[in-house]
């Protein structure tokens, strides 16, 4: 895969490079997260949720699937330990993300604490953006760039909150539910644009196929069996074609 045009540089200074992060934040799917949170917010403010509680739980989970889980369940009066384990098996999905990208965040002087932080923001988004940036530039330029872009991502996503509570009046709820499919949209073309090898094409078949069959599985097990299944299945799949050419 080409590096991106902007990413052929000079070595530069850790802020340099975190302002570089900053920059690649603003994009389409800052955009699309933006929107989201504007759904986000309105649903807190429907259900009577503090706002600030809303934000910390942009700040800590970031992950709108989990952070709805959890706005949902304390609303309806539900058990907190079956809360904290619907939030834990619906974040599960995230967890072949951060495997999968980690190693690209390691700048040439071992940071665990540092490492740690860049693995909070590995959502969707920086999932995407990551993979498609990080192995292009320099080893000491990855933690930086991606504090950069994960803290602008995180900022977008609790202004977007924000907004979305204090609009909340003026937001009719179908357009507030909408705005909340505008992520995996967004995240599905995101994907599409990145697929290079067979593999790539057969996970997002397999995905498409299989998340029709594990809808009706609760705590996010429906992502996970259609993620991790399929990218397995597609794995496999695309290992039989290599060795067949």
């Known amino acids: 895969m080409n590096a991106p045009p902007s990413l052929h540089h000079a070595h530069h200074a850790p802020p340099v490079y975190f302002l570089q992060g900053m920059r690649k ?10 929107a989201s949170y504007l759904g986000f917010g309105a649903v807190l403010h ?10 910390a739980s942009t700040l800590l989970v970031w992950a709108l699937p989990a952070q709805l889980i959890l706005i949902g369940g304390l609303a309806a009066g539900t058990a907190l330990p079956a809360i904290a ?7 599960m999905r995230l967890l072949p993300m951060v495997v999968s990208v980690a190693p690209y965040m390691r700048g040439p002087r071992r940071s665990l604490f540092w490492e740690l932080v860049c693995a909070h923001f590995v959502a969707m988004t920086v999932w ?12 000491e330029a990855r933690v ?5 872009l994960g803290l602008s991502l995180i900022g977008v ?16 709820g179908w357009i507030a539910a909408g705005l909340l499919l505008l992520t995996p949209l967004s995240f599905t073309v995101l994907m599409v644009r990145n697929a290079v090898s067979a593999t790539d094409w ?3 078949a397999a995905g498409l196929i299989l998340m029709p069959l594990t809808l009706n599985l609760g705590g996010g097990l429906d992502l996970m069996i259609s993620g991790i299944g399929g990218g397995t299945l597609a794995f496999i799949a695309g290992r039989l074609l290599e060795r067949r050419r």
């Open 25 to 34: 934040a603003v994009s389409v799917p800052a955009l699309v997260l933006f």
């Open 157 to 172: 996503s609790c202004l977007g909150t924000v907004t979305g509570y204090t609009m909340a009046g003026e937001v009719p």
């Open 202 to 204: 057969l996970a997002l």
């Open 46 to 55: 429907g259900v009577g949720f503090p706002l600030g509680a809303g934000i």
């Open 128 to 139: 995407l953006e990551g993979l498609r940036m990080l192995p292009h530039l320099p080893g």
């Open 85 to 91: 384990l619907a939030v834990g098996l619906s974040s």
């Open 144 to 148: 930086p760039f991606t504090l950069g």
